[in-house]
């Protein structure tokens, strides 16, 4: 049985059928050699899941439903100073279902993100692998404590250990964080009593906050 690839196809979708990017059909048809007819899914990353058949170049649409984003999670994050530990932390959190991924400014952090498009190549990538609805919003701007919205936890040692309910987690560099750095009013969480990498803690706080 052939592998059914699942394609993130950029909305407005218009007419009866969806035009292929130049990389997509010759992955399709070269890589994993598929032929007009074959199934395939699809989605626009914002919420639509389809299911099709295959052209030339197009993606013959058919059925088509609409799921909810199963959660409003952002995660706020201390770039690691590695690109391939980044792009671990990006597929992984784009995986399971995180909202948006903003990098953190932090006294400590040296890590500096990779490019915009990379980034967004990742969460791509992580999309059409997990067959996924919705494809998580990044960007390159680093964030400082004032762009935080909603209610805010992070992770820090000291921190509680019960998993709040908030819409915005804050995983700081692996220096820790300065003394005085974090805001007084925010809700400090603690992950446990080992030392996690950052894309390690990241994952684990996502997981349980979207387990709630």
């Not at 218009?14 to 990017?21: A, D, Q, V, Y």
């Not at 770039?79 to 959190?93: G, I």
């Not at 990742?122 to 990044?138: D, F, I, Y």
């Amino acid at each position: 049985m052939k592998h059914t690839p699942h394609l993130v196809m950029a909305a407005p979708w218009e007419g009866e059928t969806l035009p292929l990017s130049v990389l997509q059909w010759r992955h399709l048809n070269k890589v994993l050699r598929l032929n007009r007819g074959d199934r395939v899914t699809y989605t626009d990353g914002l919420g639509t899941l389809g299911s099709g058949r295959l052209g030339s170049q197009i993606v013959e649409r058919g059925d088509e439903e609409t799921t909810p984003r199963p959660a409003e999670l952002t995660m706020a994050v201390a770039p690691p100073d590695n690109k391939d530990r980044q792009r671990f932390l990006v597929e992984k959190l784009a995986e399971i279902g995180v909202a948006r991924l903003q990098w953190m400014r932090t006294h400590h952090g040296q890590g500096r993100p990779a490019s915009g498009p990379k980034v967004f190549s990742w969460a791509l990538g992580a999309v059409e692998q997990s067959r996924g609805a919705w494809l998580m919003e990044t960007g390159p701007e680093i964030v400082g404590w004032e762009d935080l919205e909603g209610e805010v936890a992070v992770c820090e040692a000291t921190g509680g250990a019960v998993t709040p309910k908030v819409g915005t987690v804050v995983i700081g560099p692996e220096g820790g964080w300065a003394d005085g750095e974090i805001p007084p009013r925010l809700f400090r969480w603690s992950l446990g009593t080992n030392v996690l990498r950052v894309e390690t803690a990241a994952v684990v706080a996502a997981a349980r906050i979207l387990s709630l």
